[in-house]
Each structure stands twice: as C-alpha cells, then as structure tokens.
C-alpha cells in the first residue's frame, strides 16, 4: 500500500517536472522570439 503511494508520488513529480521544463520554456521562446522581451 504504502509503495504504490511512494510510487504514484515520484510518478506525479517526474511528469510534472518534465510538463514545466519542456511546455513553459517553448512559450517562453516563443514570446522572446517575437521581440516583445528585448532579447538580441
């Protein structure tokens, strides 16, 4: 019982963690690319 809660629990954090390094960073290219941010 208390594995699959341990298991489901590093599950939810690894999938988090790859949704924010890979979804929130492409957005915030996009909004640099568009020269909105002052980015060279």
Known sequence: MIQKIIAFA???FAVAFLVKKYFFKSKK???CGDGNCGCS
């Open 29 to 31: 290219k996009k909004d």
């Open 10 to 12: 590093i599950l939810g």
